[in-house]
């Protein structure tokens, strides 16, 4: 059996708050990612999935259970050594420019100096700031997320964590990090994505939870997250009375409804929506579409942390 | 460790407040060179002027001047240095900053160590920029030794890190620069008064008890006004006359910094 890249039990972490206040920010998280995988993390704010990020990390002591990173314990600094974090607020001092910051976050992780002179220059050009000679300072937003990547991949790490990756970066450089992280995976890299961008995480995730008030709601993968509704759109090119009498023939009594030449319906079975289809040809009418109603994976998350179930 | 030391004096010079520091360093010696007049006499010796006081042998007039020089230089770059070093301390725990450092494999304890000695280094800096060129040019000039202002730097500098630590100390359950300014800048200014004081607390402090306690309050406390005191007596040619500011300020120095670095290693973020 494999070791898992990162594996909770019963995951607790409780704070006290100035006026004596406990808060449980996570209640028992017992989660398991497997190496070479993308690993979705998704919750509304405060859900605590930046506290399970800094447990994780060893930034935050958990108050029970347990977490394993890479099979050691995250405050290990020989673990640490194997795994990059990108944080979701990053302030990068003034007076670095990019090459210093990454020499030094390489430094801070024990990456040989030789191996730097051949690795910064690279990342800096997959990051897409090769050719940017200012101070960090002055860098935007996109920027300096750019650059917050490369800081986490100056080790080549064997599980990368990145908070809110995309925040901050068009269209194109969310699409150039989704490419990163799929060909990172291809190179049996583990990550830890946490984001909001729901359609992001449907993208390139093999395995998804919802974190909701320190709890694991759901875990799955995107298919079963996006599973069909059992409901079909039927796109037809025209719209009669003999169309209409044909369609209910078949259906009646299940819910169904028209907008313009399309047809929304939940048929009970496969069957009945090829019979469906048979009758309508049969009229004649030109089907333009059949499509099935997939569950997006914001509206299953909606659903699930607005508490009904899909 | 090493890179976290590197860092902060990399973040020191890029720090307006280090480079005032510098600026007055030069300035001070600057000062000290041009109010010092050598007249060398026939016999081979050779006569000081400082400022406009009278001709004295340099054999006098070299520790006297040492003398004036550490106690202009030394209160001053004590307080100059906490108000650049405790920065650098406090930035470490910045939020966005200490998620990027104390997730990497290298122990928190070690970044923030690294970092209380990018300080101490620049105290030890900015106190030789101070001291140094007069001290070399009087035993170049006159031929009498200054060596020990190499002592003084040593004793300065220790009584620095005492201050430091505590500044250390006080950075980790807040945030902000002022509070570690504060309790460094306390413990230095009770300093002389704690020393003396029979005459500066127990006329205030009539009860067995308070005394007791204004006592313990001296002996936990670094020493720094006597730490002076000795460090100018030994630059001219003095003999040590007690180890107990020294080992009892190291003890506090040692207790404090530890205590720091635990903590550091066991908070939660």
């Not at chain 1, 909701?212 to 079909?232: I, W």
């Not at chain 2, 000081?48 to 202009?72: K, N």
Request: aromatic share 8%; proline share 5%; with cysteine.
């Amino acid at each position: 059996m494999t070791i898992p890249a990162i594996e909770t039990r019963d995951l607790r972490k409780s704070f006290r708050t100035l006026r004596g206040r406990i808060v449980d920010a996570l209640q028992g998280v017992t989660l398991r990612v497997e190496p070479g995988t993308i690993f979705g993390l998704i919750g509304q704010n405060g859900a605590g999935k930046t506290t399970l990020v800094k447990v994780l990390l060893g930034l935050s002591t958990p108050s029970g259970g347990s977490a394993r990173l890479l099979g050691g314990l995250p405050g290990n600094a020989a673990v640490r050594r194997r795994v990059g974090y990108l944080p979701e607020q990053m302030r990068l001092p003034d007076y670095f420019n990019a090459r210093d910051f990454l020499r030094y976050m390489g430094r801070l992780n024990g990456v040989d100096s030789g191996v730097m002179k051949r690795r910064i220059p690279e990342l800096l050009e997959l990051v897409g700031l090769a050719d940017v000679r200012k101070p960090v300072k002055s860098y935007s937003k996109g920027m300096q997320q750019r650059l917050g990547l490369a800081q986490a991949l100056v080790n080549d790490p064997e599980v990368l964590f990145l908070d809110e990756p995309t925040d901050g970066l068009d269209p194109l450089g969310r699409k150039d990090v989704r490419d990163l992280l799929i060909g990172l995976r291809a190179q049996g890299k583990t990550i830890f994505l946490n984001s909001h961008l729901l359609s992001e995480i449907e993208m390139v995730c093999d395995q998804i939870v919802i974190l909701d008030n320190g709890n694991v709601a759901r875990a799955a993968t995107p298919s079963e997250f996006t599973r069909g509704t059992g409901e079909y759109f039927v796109r037809v090119a025209r719209l009669d009375e003999s169309i209409r009498t044909a369609v209910e023939a078949v259906l009646h009594p299940s819910p169904m409804s028209w907008q313009q030449t399309t047809l929304r319906c939940m048929p009970r079975d496969v069957t009945q929506l090829n019979t469906l289809i048979d009758r309508l040809r049969s009229v004649p009418v030109e089907l333009e579409s059949v499509e099935q109603v997939k569950l997006s994976l914001e509206q299953f998350f909606l659903e699930v942390v607005g508490g009904q179930e899909p | 460790m090493f890179a976290t030391y590197m860092n902060s004096l990399h973040e020191t010079l890029s720090r307006r407040v280090a480079l005032v520091l510098f600026g007055v360093a030069i300035l001070v010696t600057l000062a000290f060179n041009w109010l010092v007049h050598i007249r060398p006499l026939a016999n081979g010796m050779s006569t000081m002027i400082v400022g406009a006081q009278l001709p004295a042998p340099s054999g006098i007039a070299v520790p006297a001047v040492l003398e004036s020089m550490l106690r202009a230089t030394g209160t001053l770059w004590l307080l100059l240095a906490i108000f650049a070093a405790a920065p650098l301390l406090t930035s470490s725990l910045e939020k966005g900053w200490l998620e990027l450092t104390f997730s990497k494999g290298t122990p928190r304890w070690r970044i923030f160590l690294g970092r209380f000695l990018g300080g101490l280094t620049l105290y030890a800096f900015t106190f030789t920029l101070a001291t140094f060129p007069l001290a070399a040019r009087l035993w170049w000039e006159t031929g009498v030794g200054t060596w020990r202002i190499g002592i003084a730097l040593l004793v300065q500098t220790f009584s620095f890190a005492a201050l430091l630590s505590a500044a250390a100390l006080v950075t980790l359950p807040q945030k902000g620069v002022t509070l570690p300014i504060m309790a460094s800048v306390a413990i230095w200014v009770l300093s002389p008064s704690l020393a003396a004081r029979q005459q500066a607390y127990y006329r205030l402090f009539t009860s067995h008890l308070a005394r007791t306690i204004v006592d313990w309050v001296y002996r936990i406390l670094p020493k720094c006004s006597e730490l002076e005191d000795l460090c100018i007596s030994l630059v001219q040619g003095g003999r040590m006359t007690s180890w107990w500011p020294v080992w009892s300020t190291s003890v506090f120095t040692l207790a404090v910094l530890s205590l720091t670095l635990w903590q550091l290693s066991r908070k939660s973020f």
